[in-house]
């Protein structure tokens, strides 16, 4: 086997190991998930999900994630039809949508931290600060990864490499662009429905 | 001022957790003393270098299964050591004598105990079996994500190294190898015992977690070509299943022992008694990890006993696709029997009817395996070398453990002897019968093709008896005595007509020692007698296998030439067939990974991030966690450096040994 | 050298066997000699399931020395045929057998797990008595709400009464077992589990914690006496007189984390104790603080 196509093995193979790390992933969030849906009568006399989420508020996080999801996607397509230039637009938007999505995130954060209902409140607060900062910590872990990607793609936007490696963060940023979506339904939208 | 410098330097860590008791002392003074020996005698004998360059930081996967089993024997020393300290007090410890140790350390041990076990024994023996051995079976030259391997072996050596930690300062959790909550939670445990187990077990966890991913992409992509999945041998099937199961179930894990963690560490309440928490949500994550890590251990153990029985009765496996089918209905079911842990909750007829009967329909695809392997003896030529010692008394022993797994999936049963005594002698009937004969089986089989002699045959068939008849002195009494109502995990009793039963536990327990001292004596004994017991063809058992196919020991690249595989038994039907030498033509370059440190690196890190978490040492912690990132980021951007090995130098080697 | 080898083995096996017989030749095995009807029944139970295993087992043995002794390689007038690797119906027939035999145990659990749930109310022609259990660390606590008693480490009831026991804790996790009565159950904080129990035959009897709630676990066991009526009645006659009584106050000296050296007796004074240890653990009370 000669080296290029031995690149490109290695390639396709680390491509189903990250799919399947995205199901161990999956399995993690569904555990929180399950968790979430156990404990969310556990206010322990604070408030119930239908009296703190704003779902509009979520939703403005929706759309900002979404729209992330959507740049990393052209980033992704621009590298393949080696637009470099296209493509760095699209990974830097991204990572800024990133940023305001966690700001968002931490803003919510704040402000349920501020008016007493921190983690230690109830087992509802504990599981919804857990479900939502799980997912907040892998975008943090995903922004970490796109900087430094970035960083990779200006330094040298021709390698063979550069594709290969922008689509497995592609995968994971739609990855978690998915489970955000359930969250959204799940804690948000439901939340407030009961 | 000083008083919170320190706090903020050493976080709750200090003196006062040194341990006070002589039993404990002695395990606090010994350990490092040994670690110290070791690491003097590789000062002295300067073999440093050379443990660096060939093991420590080697990216083959038979080196690491070399380490992985080194450890989990090492483990299954002091697992074993804490269970002898366990039947010793118990055989004492009725009615004015309290036996001789404290409950608090009796609590530590029996959890020890089963966490070392299960975690470092089982999980080692495993994983290091299946690096020895898949990518040889596969013929494949390597595991999928080499690198990704040596991370997964230093995480579980990062776990090891934490649980073992406990006894020099902190001492270990009380609570049992899961730890239910609320008695692993903050108010009734504060300590760092608790803590010391959830960091280990999350460290080796994730290193677990890894290995499950690599060796499925291993096993889906790294097969030597015309090897469809129905011509896989099938203990790369069974570790398929297992691995499966690894990537289903261990996140599981994760979050369990995360929750318990956050619960602990920032006061949340996932699993308190009040504020809305919910123990119960706990049992039943934990048992969604616990059951389907039963059948993780045991699947490949099935297949390593189907490969020997294939070898050592001549003939190929009976029933190869029922045993593939009763495989994949084992990982099937598997998920979805976890509440018969726990029938005693209280959680109604038909939940527990439903969990029942599932539980006893994994029964139906293992007995078809069991008489798929006695009639894969039929009309054999049956040779009894150890492995297939092992094998007879892993019948014998797992299908009476099978046979009180059944009673006990009957729900109206349970409630009569579940968390008693005949709980532990069932789970240990499974557990060594199964587990443990399997691997030390797949120890002694696959040994001449990692070192290039083979054990010696005698003393490993005195070692299985010796775990034969001790298995059945130690357990045999305590189903007696859960019938007797003699509950789990007891420090001591009233009734002096449970002694005698609990004496003869304790010698089984010695005659178990006896076995794997004979165990060791036998890697001695076969060191020393290496030249006589050499394996010169490659081949010493008539395998069936491609790892026969290639020389003993087996090279860095496994195969010089990538087989082309037409049948299921390749080896066998090769040599049936007489094929032809290949080709000078047919050799080419083979790239292999170089070392690399960086796994170690992380594992360190790792492991320190836990040793912060476990003593509130935030800032150690924050530091760690920092690190580890920062190398998974380097390694992601740095060139994978590779070495070749060049075709003319393969074919000389491969003409040397044919001629 | 082959004969060595049967004797060997034949002694060890007598020898485990012997050692066997001088273990058990007079203990007691509370779950095989039960003292009352649910766990009669299941001591049925565990000896049809041994009798459906050994259908599979015995063949699995004896196959297992047969073909070992008889395709030793050794043995030159075996047959010795390596292309048998598969046969439809032998393998057929290990897929019926086994199926067949854990239909029929499937119905029967489906079956026991419904008439022995330990929620359901024992027929009986004695009405039901109401005892309610609270664990503690490290001991039992037995209030009888009608007859105004409770007890520590002692459990004393009328034979052939059926009991529900209502059970909760004040301590982690614990489980509460008769195993001469038959069926365990959790007990866990702020939740009420429900055990259905009788006693057919009077005597004295152990119970016990099965699972571990601390360092005194080991000593959380406790006599049961099961008593004809009248002395039941004349009992807790007698002690609801008494002046050593448990109220809320008392409750909470008990429920220190302790263990007993003899068991206690009291005139119960507060008759919804239960309620209000169940309550301890209710997310409002502990956001208002304790109740009294």
Same mark, same amino acid.
């Given at each position: 086997?000669?080296?290029?196509?031995?690149?490109?093995?290695?390639?396709?193979?680390?491509?189903?190991?990250?799919?399947?790390?995205?199901?161990?992933?999956?399995?993690?969030?569904?555990?929180?998930?399950?968790?979430?849906?156990?404990?969310?009568?556990?206010?322990?006399?604070?408030?119930?999900?239908?009296?703190?989420?704003?779902?509009?508020?979520?939703?403005?996080?929706?759309?900002?994630?979404?729209?992330?999801?959507?740049?990393?996607?052209?980033?992704?397509?621009?590298?393949?039809?080696?637009?470099?230039?296209?493509?760095?637009?699209?990974?830097?938007?991204?990572?800024?949508?990133?940023?305001?999505?966690?700001?968002?995130?931490?803003?919510?954060?704040?402000?349920?931290?501020?008016?007493?209902?921190?983690?230690?409140?109830?087992?509802?607060?504990?599981?919804?600060?857990?479900?939502?900062?799980?997912?907040?910590?892998?975008?943090?872990?995903?922004?970490?990864?796109?900087?430094?990607?970035?960083?990779?793609?200006?330094?040298?936007?021709?390698?063979?490499?550069?594709?290969?490696?922008?689509?497995?963060?592609?995968?994971?940023?739609?990855?978690?662009?998915?489970?955000?979506?359930?969250?959204?339904?799940?804690?948000?939208?439901?939340?407030?429905?009961? | 001022?000083?008083?919170?410098?320190?706090?903020?330097?050493?976080?709750?860590?200090?003196?006062?957790?040194?341990?006070?008791?002589? +039993?404990?002392?002695?395990?606090?003074?010994?350990?490092?003393?040994?670690?110290?020996? $070791?690491?003097?005698?590789?000062?002295?004998?300067?073999?440093?270098?050379?443990?660096?360059?060939?093991?420590?930081?080697?990216?083959?996967?038979?080196?690491?299964?070399?380490?992985?089993?080194?450890?989990?024997? +090492?483990?299954?020393?002091?697992?074993?050591?804490?269970?002898?300290?366990?039947?010793?007090?118990?055989?004492?410890?009725?009615?004015?004598?309290?036996?001789?140790?404290?409950?608090?350390?009796?609590?530590?041990?029996?959890?020890?105990?089963?966490?070392?076990?299960?975690?470092?024994?089982?999980?080692?023996?495993?994983?290091?079996? !299946?690096?020895?051995?898949?990518?040889?079976?596969?013929?494949?030259?390597?595991?999928?994500?080499?690198?990704?391997?040596?991370?997964?072996?230093?995480?579980?050596?990062?776990?090891?190294?934490? $649980?073992? /930690?406990?006894?020099?300062?902190?001492?270990?959790?009380?609570?049992?190898?899961?730890?239910?909550?609320?008695? /692993?939670?903050?108010?009734?445990?504060?300590?760092?015992?608790?803590?010391?187990?959830?960091?280990?077990?999350?460290?080796?966890?994730?290193?677990?977690?890894?290995?499950?991913?690599? #060796?499925?992409?291993?096993?889906?992509?790294?097969?030597?070509?015309?090897?469809?999945?129905?011509?896989?041998?099938?203990?790369?099937?069974?570790?398929? &299943?297992?691995?499966?199961?690894?990537?289903?179930?261990?996140?599981?894990?994760?979050?369990?022992?995360?929750?318990?963690?956050?619960?602990?560490?920032?006061?949340?309440?996932? @699993?308190?008694?009040?504020?809305?928490?919910?123990?119960?949500?706990?049992?039943?994550?934990?048992?969604?990890?616990?059951?389907?890590?039963?059948?993780?251990?045991?699947?490949?153990?099935?297949?390593?006993?189907?490969?020997?029985?294939?070898? @050592?009765?001549?003939?190929?496996?009976?029933?190869?696709?029922?045993?593939?089918?009763?495989?994949?209905?084992?990982?099937? #079911?598997? =998920? %979805?029997?976890?509440?018969?842990?726990?029938?005693?909750?209280?959680?109604?007829?038909?939940?527990?009817?439903? =969990?029942? %009967?599932?539980?006893?329909? %994994?029964? !139906?695809?293992?007995?078809?395996?069991?008489?798929?392997?006695?009639?894969?003896?039929?009309?054999?030529?049956?040779?009894?070398?150890?492995?297939?010692?092992?094998?007879?008394?892993?019948?014998?022993?797992?299908?009476?453990?099978?046979?009180?797994?059944?009673?006990? +999936?009957? *729900?109206?049963?349970?409630?009569? &002897?579940?968390?008693?005594?005949?709980?532990?002698?069932?789970?240990?009937?499974?557990?060594?019968?199964?587990?443990?004969?399997?691997?030390?089986?797949?120890?002694?089989?696959?040994?001449?093709?990692?070192?290039? #002699?083979?054990?010696?045959?005698?003393?490993?068939?005195?070692?299985?008896?010796?775990?034969? $008849?001790? #298995?059945?002195?130690?357990?045999?009494?305590?189903?007696?005595?859960?019938?007797?109502?003699?509950?789990?995990? $007891?420090?001591?009793?009233?009734?002096?007509?449970?002694?005698?039963?609990?004496?003869?536990?304790? &010698?089984?327990?010695?005659?178990?020692?006896?076995?794997?001292?004979?165990?060791?004596?036998?890697?001695?004994?076969?060191?020393?007698?290496?030249?006589?017991?050499?394996?010169?063809?490659?081949?010493?058992?008539?395998?069936?296998?491609?790892?026969?196919?290639?020389?003993? *020991?087996?090279?860095?690249?496994? =195969?010089? %030439?990538?087989?082309?595989?037409?049948?299921?038994?390749?080896?066998?039907?090769?040599?049936?067939?007489?094929?032809?030498?290949?080709?000078?033509?047919?050799?080419?370059?083979?790239?292999?990974?170089?070392?690399?440190?960086?796994?170690?690196?992380?594992?360190?890190?790792?492991?320190?991030?836990?040793?912060?978490?476990?003593?509130?040492?935030?800032?150690?912690?924050?530091?760690? @966690?920092?690190?580890?990132?920062?190398?998974?980021?380097?390694?992601?951007?740095?060139?994978?450096?590779?070495?070749?090995?060049?075709?003319?130098?393969?074919?000389?080697?491969?003409?040397?040994?044919?001629? | 050298?082959?004969?060595?080898?049967?004797?060997?083995?034949?002694?060890?096996?007598?020898?485990?066997?012997?050692?066997?017989?001088?273990?058990?030749?007079?203990?007691?095995?509370?779950?095989?000699?039960?003292?009352?009807?649910?766990?009669?029944?299941?001591?049925?139970?565990?000896?049809?399931?041994?009798?459906?295993?050994?259908?599979?087992?015995?063949?699995?043995?004896?196959?297992?020395?047969?073909?070992?002794?008889?395709?030793?390689?050794?043995?030159?007038?075996?047959?010795?045929?390596?292309?048998?690797?598969?046969?439809?119906?032998?393998?057929?027939?290990?897929?019926?057998?086994?199926?067949?035999?854990?239909?029929?145990?499937?119905?029967?659990?489906?079956?026991?797990?419904?008439?022995?749930?330990?929620?359901?109310?024992?027929?009986?022609?004695?009405?039901?008595?109401?005892?309610?259990?609270?664990?503690?660390?490290?001991?039992?606590?037995?209030?009888?709400?009608?007859?105004?008693?409770?007890?520590?480490?002692?459990?004393?009831?009328?034979?052939?009464?059926?009991?529900?026991?209502?059970?909760?804790?004040?301590?982690?996790?614990?489980?509460?077992?008769?195993?001469?009565?038959?069926?365990?159950?959790?007990?866990?904080?702020?939740?009420?589990?429900?055990?259905?129990?009788?006693?057919?035959?009077?005597?004295?009897?152990?119970?016990?914690?099965?699972?571990?709630?601390?360092?005194?676990?080991?000593?959380?066991?406790?006599?049961?006496?099961?008593?004809?009526?009248?002395?039941?009645?004349?009992?807790?006659?007698?002690?609801?007189?008494?002046?050593?009584?448990?109220?809320?106050?008392?409750?909470?000296?008990?429920?220190?984390?302790?263990?007993?050296?003899?068991?206690?007796?009291?005139?119960?004074?507060?008759?919804?104790?239960?309620?209000?240890?169940?309550?301890?653990?209710?997310?409002?009370?502990?956001?208002?603080?304790?109740?009294?």
């Amino acid at each position: 086997m000669n080296h290029i196509a031995h690149a490109h093995d290695k390639h396709e193979t680390a491509q189903l190991g990250f799919w399947l790390y995205l199901m161990t992933d999956l399995m993690l969030f569904a555990g929180l998930f399950a968790t979430y849906m156990v404990l969310r009568g556990g206010t322990a006399g604070g408030p119930t999900a239908a009296e703190l989420f704003d779902p509009t508020f979520a939703l403005s996080e929706t759309i900002v994630l979404l729209l992330s999801s959507f740049t990393c996607g052209i980033a992704a397509l621009a590298l393949r039809y080696k637009k470099q230039s296209l493509a760095l637009w699209g990974l830097g938007l991204t990572i800024a949508l990133g940023l305001v999505f966690l700001a968002l995130e931490m803003k919510e954060f704040a402000e349920f931290y501020s008016e007493g209902h921190t983690w230690q409140a109830s087992a509802f607060l504990s599981s919804f600060f857990t479900l939502v900062g799980t997912h907040g910590l892998h975008i943090s872990i995903g922004l970490v990864w796109a900087s430094t990607l970035l960083g990779y793609l200006i330094r040298s936007p021709h390698h063979d490499d550069a594709h290969r490696k922008m689509s497995l963060f592609a995968l994971f940023w739609h990855f978690l662009d998915i489970i955000w979506v359930f969250i959204f339904t799940i804690v948000y939208l439901l939340g407030v429905l009961s | 001022m000083i008083h919170t410098l320190a706090e903020g330097l050493l976080g709750r860590l200090s003196l006062d957790y040194l341990p006070t008791e002589p +039993a404990t002392i002695g395990a606090a003074v010994g350990l490092p003393l040994s670690a110290l020996a $070791i690491v003097a005698a590789l000062t002295y004998f300067k073999k440093w270098r050379w443990l660096w360059d060939n093991w420590l930081t080697s990216l083959d996967a038979k080196k690491i299964g070399v380490m992985y089993i080194a450890v989990a024997i +090492a483990m299954l020393l002091r697992g074993l050591a804490d269970a002898l300290m366990l039947r010793a007090h118990t055989a004492q410890a009725v009615g004015d004598n309290s036996g001789l140790f404290t409950t608090d350390t009796f609590q530590q041990v029996f959890s020890a105990h089963g966490t070392i076990m299960i975690f470092f024994v089982a999980m080692g023996l495993m994983f290091g079996l !299946i690096n020895v051995a898949l990518p040889l079976m596969l013929g494949a030259r390597d595991v999928a994500f080499p690198f990704l391997n040596s991370v997964s072996f230093w995480l579980f050596a990062a776990g090891m190294i934490l $649980i073992n /930690t406990s006894l020099v300062i902190g001492g270990f959790s009380n609570g049992g190898w899961l730890g239910y909550p609320p008695l /692993t939670g903050l108010e009734y445990n504060p300590g760092p015992g608790v803590d010391y187990w959830i960091w280990s077990l999350q460290i080796a966890g994730i290193g677990s977690l890894l290995s499950g991913i690599n #060796f499925t992409v291993t096993i889906l992509k790294k097969r030597a070509r015309g090897m469809t999945l129905m011509k896989m041998p099938i203990f790369a099937w069974s570790v398929l &299943v297992s691995m499966v199961l690894v990537m289903l179930a261990f996140p599981l894990l994760t979050v369990s022992l995360g929750l318990l963690s956050l619960d602990r560490l920032m006061g949340m309440h996932f @699993f308190t008694s009040d504020f809305g928490g919910n123990p119960m949500m706990y049992i039943n994550l934990i048992w969604a990890w616990g059951h389907p890590e039963v059948y993780i251990l045991i699947l490949p153990a099935f297949g390593i006993f189907s490969e020997v029985v294939a070898t @050592f009765a001549r003939k190929a496996l009976f029933g190869y696709r029922t045993m593939v089918a009763a495989l994949i209905a084992i990982m099937f #079911f598997s =998920f %979805i029997v976890w509440q018969h842990h726990f029938f005693t909750m209280g959680a109604g007829a038909n939940v527990n009817a439903f =969990f029942g %009967i599932m539980t006893m329909v %994994i029964a !139906i695809p293992t007995g078809v395996k069991i008489f798929n392997w006695l009639f894969t003896m039929y009309k054999g030529k049956i040779r009894f070398d150890a492995p297939m010692v092992w094998f007879l008394c892993f019948v014998v022993t797992f299908t009476l453990g099978g046979v009180t797994g059944v009673m006990m +999936a009957v *729900p109206a049963i349970d409630f009569q &002897v579940h968390n008693s005594m005949f709980l532990v002698a069932h789970f240990h009937n499974t557990i060594i019968g199964g587990v443990v004969f399997g691997f030390l089986a797949g120890i002694t089989y696959w040994f001449p093709k990692i070192f290039g #002699f083979r054990l010696h045959d005698r003393l490993g068939k005195y070692s299985a008896y010796a775990w034969q $008849i001790g #298995f059945i002195l130690a357990f045999m009494p305590l189903y007696a005595l859960g019938l007797m109502g003699a509950v789990r995990r $007891i420090d001591h009793y009233d009734d002096p007509s449970w002694q005698p039963f609990f004496i003869v536990s304790a &010698v089984g327990v010695l005659v178990i020692m006896l076995g794997v001292g004979l165990f060791i004596l036998q890697l001695a004994v076969s060191i020393w007698k290496r030249k006589e017991l050499r394996d010169t063809t490659g081949d010493p058992w008539n395998g069936r296998t491609l790892e026969w196919s290639v020389p003993s *020991p087996a090279p860095e690249y496994n =195969f010089a %030439i990538e087989p082309d595989v037409t049948h299921r038994d390749e080896w066998w039907y090769r040599k049936e067939s007489k094929l032809a030498l290949p080709k000078k033509s047919s050799y080419q370059d083979i790239w292999v990974p170089k070392n690399s440190g960086l796994g170690i690196g992380i594992a360190v890190f790792a492991g320190l991030f836990g040793f912060a978490m476990i003593w509130h040492i935030w800032w150690l912690g924050f530091v760690a @966690f920092l690190v580890v990132v920062a190398l998974i980021v380097f390694r992601t951007y740095a060139d994978e450096p590779e070495r070749r090995i060049s075709a003319e130098h393969l074919y000389h080697l491969d003409k040397g040994r044919k001629q | 050298m082959k004969t060595r080898g049967v004797l060997i083995l034949a002694v060890v096996l007598a020898a485990i066997g012997a050692l066997g017989w001088w273990l058990l030749r007079d203990a007691t095995l509370d779950v095989l000699q039960p003292a009352g009807n649910i766990a009669e029944q299941q001591r049925s139970l565990l000896i049809v399931a041994s009798v459906l295993s050994a259908i599979v087992v015995v063949p699995v043995f004896t196959l297992l020395i047969v073909f070992s002794v008889r395709y030793r390689e050794g043995n030159k007038k075996a047959i010795y045929d390596p292309n048998l690797t598969h046969d439809a119906r032998l393998e057929a027939l290990w897929w019926g057998i086994p199926i067949a035999i854990i239909g029929v145990l499937g119905v029967i659990t489906w079956q026991t797990s419904h008439s022995l749930d330990p929620y359901k109310r024992i027929a009986s022609s004695n009405e039901t008595m109401n005892i309610e259990v609270v664990a503690l660390q490290w001991k039992w606590l037995f209030l009888y709400p009608h007859q105004r008693v409770a007890t520590v480490d002692k459990l004393i009831i009328p034979v052939d009464v059926p009991v529900e026991f209502s059970l909760t804790s004040d301590a982690p996790m614990s489980a509460f077992w008769i195993p001469s009565l038959g069926s365990q159950i959790y007990t866990m904080n702020g939740m009420t589990s429900k055990l259905n129990l009788i006693a057919t035959e009077p005597g004295s009897y152990r119970g016990y914690n099965t699972n571990i709630n601390g360092k005194g676990y080991a000593s959380m066991d406790f006599m049961v006496e099961a008593v004809d009526k009248k002395t039941f009645v004349d009992w807790h006659g007698e002690l609801a007189k008494s002046s050593n009584g448990l109220d809320w106050t008392t409750y909470k000296q008990l429920s220190k984390p302790s263990t007993l050296d003899s068991p206690k007796e009291y005139a119960l004074h507060n008759t919804s104790l239960m309620h209000a240890i169940e309550m301890k653990f209710m997310p409002e009370h502990a956001m208002n603080g304790e109740i009294e």
